[in-house]
């Protein structure tokens, strides 16, 4: 006999032995036993020797309990704890050989129907181990727990007659394989506390601690509610109780089960727990519960209800610990009595030093040089969307050694991260302008300088100097921008953003002002929310359509729109970033708004001498240009705004540059006339031009 055949594997010495069990039980009954028209099966029987029978019948004959994973990590450990899984039943232990054989040697099959006229299950385990038939409710028994890692249809009658069947994620298993079965696999994955790598929490250590001191103690089901890393939560969970995890998708899971049933999926998720030695960790119910791109509160109860029977209540059952992650907890049912449900919500904010720390943890476990301290002043994310906007940073600017990282990098990588995940109300602006670049009156670009030099000087002011206390809400930097179009406040704002090297967040209106109730409030959060998240400046364009004075309440629709006001007002107060706002007309602005906004900048239409600057401004070093009489410009055209100066000049130069010339007071006075025409509140007539109109 050779060395490797005395280490066969105990689960190739079950299959060999239970085909001579089931020939013996054959002769000793009378019955037929063609086992010599089955050449494969007569080889696998006579290949049993008695070194195999004497191993096998001494770790069998153990029955150890308890065994841990790792007693599984060899086929010989994954044969006894399969064992164990089935309660060390030697019915259930002769069933699992039977499929076992069966799906290895097909012949066995066919034997098998040759035989007894039926395959593998209950009844014929039952024959082979020479035990008495049992009654319905102990054949009930053994088919829930055979189910944990057999195939057998539980609705079957009788039930001691219903095929059972190994399949492929049970062999694979015994084998010493742990991918996931391909029922599961598009949609499911495996986190081993082991294998998988998981960084310390940094934050939301005691929601750890209070979701595993529940599932430890009594519990035997956890939900997850609100945003921010609840799977990573989740696998903390886990590995503090010594579980692996099993995460699955349910949207996923939905999908297949319409083609292989609820049942079909449960139950192989079921067998994959208990192979793993896994608790569950059920997510996507919110993506599930979209329809038409708005949430579906009502469908989500109804099937988060139908869920808890069908999927929910069987895994608890069968005492498999059960994680699931959900946005709102009022869409969880009433299953505390049921399942020992209790729910922990993750923080819907933190504190400036759980930030620090947050940052800090995250950038030393990806050797990055960034000011965590700077961070977790300006980015208000959760984990989960910090995490992800640092590993993309990584991906994307992977840094020499030596070479420093710098936030600029970060914000346009954690911008582009949290855009591609969530719809947004307005649109980012990266500015290169600076106020020295905008034409203004020294009184206004004062205002816009005070209001840059609050935002630098706040740590000094809040922390050093110790005032952060005495400022519950409004230490935001807020400034309004009242005056005509085309004044500039739009490129102040602009202007305000490249001072600060921070993005401009700016605001859609069409996308944020709804006509149905609620909405705009949703909107507006979404554009606070993505702001503080991002380190942006918030950027409100025509504000007079969304900050108007509050109305007497006349009908549904006033106090609606005063509501909508009124969460504005709130959302401001504990806004803590930085708000710009231009409006047309500052006496469109509700009191109330006023009271709250720190600066206020008052824009005019140029004068003489500004509109001189202005005209003065826009001749670069770079265009090729005639003498211009910039003194007539100024004073001739004294409705123009900076904004209409600007825009003369450039069709000016497009006229120019189009005939191959270079630029005149022929295609300037061209190009106002252009401007005058289509300005019906400026009108048009030769005397318009004055001394240049024989240009035309």
Not at 463 to 469: A, F, I, P, S
Request: proline residues 4%; negative net charge.
């Amino acid at each position: 006999m050779t060395e490797e055949h005395t280490k066969r594997s105990l689960i190739d010495t079950a299959i060999a032995l239970i085909i001579v069990r089931t020939e013996a039980y054959l002769s000793d009954t009378g019955s037929p036993a063609p086992l010599r028209e089955y050449p494969v099966l007569r080889e696998a029987a006579g290949s049993l020797s008695d070194a195999d029978l004497k191993r096998w019948a001494e770790a069998t004959g153990e029955r150890k309990k308890g065994r841990s994973k790792k007693d599984g990590d060899t086929p010989e450990g994954r044969y006894l704890r399969a064992l164990e899984m089935l309660d060390n039943a030697p019915v259930l232990q002769t069933l699992m050989e039977l499929c076992a054989a069966v799906f290895t040697y097909p012949e066995f099959s066919a034997y098998l129907e040759s035989a007894f006229g039926y395959g593998p299950c209950l009844h014929l385990a039952c024959l082979i181990e020479g035990s008495a038939a049992p009654g319905y409710e102990e054949i009930h028994r053994y088919a829930l727990i055979a189910r944990r890692l057999l195939v057998l249809d539980l609705k079957a009658e009788p039930l001691q007659y219903a095929p059972v069947m190994a399949d492929e994620r049970l062999m694979g298993y015994l084998a010493g394989r742990d991918e996931v079965g391909n029922l599961l696999s598009d949609f499911t994955t495996l986190y081993g506390r082991e294998a998988d790598t998981l960084h310390e929490p940094f934050v939301n250590e005691e929601l750890i601690e209070r979701g595993a001191a529940h599932l430890k103690d009594r519990g035997r089901m956890l939900a997850l509610t609100g945003r921010g890393g609840r799977r990573f939560i989740a696998k903390q969970i886990a590995g503090a109780l010594g579980w692996d995890l099993i995460l699955l998708n349910i949207s996923g899971l939905m999908r297949r089960a319409e083609k292989d049933g609820m049942t079909t999926l449960r139950d192989a998720l079921i067998r994959e727990a208990y192979f793993d030695t896994a608790g569950i960790c059920i997510y996507g119910f919110d993506e599930y519960f979209i329809t038409g791109g708005i949430p579906d509160r009502e469908r989500g109860r109804r099937d988060m209800e139908a869920l808890s029977g069908m999927l929910f209540e069987p895994i608890v059952k069968e005492g498999i610990p059960l994680i699931i992650c959900v946005d709102e907890a009022k869409l969880i049912p009433d299953m505390e009595g049921r399942m020992g449900l209790a729910i922990l919500s993750m923080p819907a904010s933190y504190s400036y030093d759980d930030r620090k720390r947050m940052w800090q943890g995250l950038f030393d476990i990806n050797g990055l040089t960034l000011d965590a301290a700077s961070f977790a002043s300006r980015y208000r994310m959760n984990p989960a969307e910090a995490a992800r906007a640092v590993a993309a940073y990584g991906e994307r600017y992977g840094r020499e050694a030596g070479e420093e990282d710098t936030e600029q990098d970060f914000a346009r990588i954690s911008i582009e991260d949290i855009r591609n995940r969530e719809a947004g109300v307005g649109r980012i602006v990266y500015s290169d302008v600076r106020l020295n670049d905008v034409k203004l009156k020294d009184s206004v670009k004062q205002v816009l300088l005070d209001a840059v030099n609050a935002v630098l000087s706040g740590p000094v002011v809040l922390d050093e100097w110790g005032l952060r206390k005495n400022y519950p809400y409004g230490k935001g930097v807020s400034l309004l921008m009242a005056g005509p179009p085309g004044t500039g406040k739009t490129m102040s704002a602009n202007a305000i953003a490249g001072e600060l090297s921070l993005p401009l967040y700016q605001v859609n209106l069409s996308n944020t002002v709804d006509k149905y109730i609620g909405e705009t409030e949703k909107n507006l959060e979404k554009a606070f929310s993505f702001a503080e998240k991002n380190n942006v400046i918030l950027f409100f364009d025509e504000a007079d359509a969304l900050f108007g004075t509050r109305s007497e309440v006349h009908d549904s629709k006033d106090r609606y729109a005063n509501t909508e006001i009124s969460y504005l007002l709130q959302r401001m107060e504990a806004y803590d970033g930085i708000v710009l706002m231009a409006t047309n007309i500052k006496g469109n602005i509700d009191p109330a708004f006023m009271r709250r906004i720190r600066y206020v900048a008052h824009f005019e239409n140029p004068d003489e001498e500004m509109r001189r600057a202005i005209w003065e401004g826009c001749f670069g070093e770079g265009v090729p240009h005639e003498e211009i009489d910039i003194d007539y410009l100024a004073a001739q055209f004294d409705k123009f705004t900076g904004s209409i100066i600007k825009t003369v000049f450039l069709n000016a130069c497009a006229r120019a540059a189009g005939a191959g010339e270079k630029l005149t007071m022929k295609h300037l006075v061209y190009a106002i006339r252009q401007e005058t025409e289509k300005e019906s509140a400026v009108g048009f007539t030769m005397e318009t031009l004055g001394k240049y109109a024989y240009l035309i």
